[in-house]
């Protein structure tokens, strides 16, 4: 949902009310700034701007995209950088490079997306975790992407050193 910064706020505490994430295995909710938004013309791009002015994140989403398999990989390697768990989507690839033939026919590869929250502090060595486990800079092996978060629901921290 793309909001005012106002507006949003109303709306997670609505849905933890609703939800109550302050109970362990009920959901967890995240806010996070965007830079631009294309295709509405209700917010404008410099509204965008003007609502992520000034924050300093507590958490980042850090989104890890890769082959089908290796999300128990992904998920492995940040858990040895500090990370408490995250989660999988299935997804499929739809760039150029992403089609290959076989009997003439188009196969698209199926994908997996990441998607841990992260403590700010912890976000650069789990994404050098990451990155030396699956190899991430070699082509073809992935992509990473971190956004910061600016409100998060549901999050607890493990008693766990």
Same mark, same amino acid.
């Given at each position: ?6 507006? =949003? ?8 009310? %609703? ?42 989403? =850090? ?25 999988? =989507? ?7 490079? %992403?089609?290959?033939?076989?009997? /003439?026919?188009? =196969? ?16 650069? /060595? ?11 800079? %070699? ?23």
């Amino acid at each position: 949902m793309v909001s005012t910064k106002e507006a =949003i706020a109303q709306l997670v505490q609505k849905l933890d009310k %609703e939800f109550n994430f302050e109970k362990p295995n009920h959901g967890i909710a995240f806010t996070t700034s965007i830079a631009s938004v294309i295709g509405s013309r209700r917010y404008s791009s410099e509204k965008a701007k003007e609502d992520t002015e000034g924050d300093r994140p507590m958490y980042h989403l =850090i989104t890890v995209v890769v082959d089908r398999g290796k999300a128990e990989d992904v998920t492995e390697a940040a858990r040895k950088a500090g990370s408490t768990g995250g989660t999988v =989507i299935n997804a499929r690839g739809a760039g150029i490079h %992403e089609t290959s033939k076989v009997f /003439a026919m188009d =196969i698209v590869p199926e994908k997996e997306i990441v998607l841990i929250l992260s403590e700010s502090d912890k976000t650069e /060595a789990i994404i050098d975790s990451i990155r030396q486990e699956l190899k991430i800079d %070699e082509p073809g092996n992935g992509m990473i992407y971190v956004q910061e978060v600016n409100q998060t629901y549901g999050l607890y921290k493990s008693n766990k050193g």
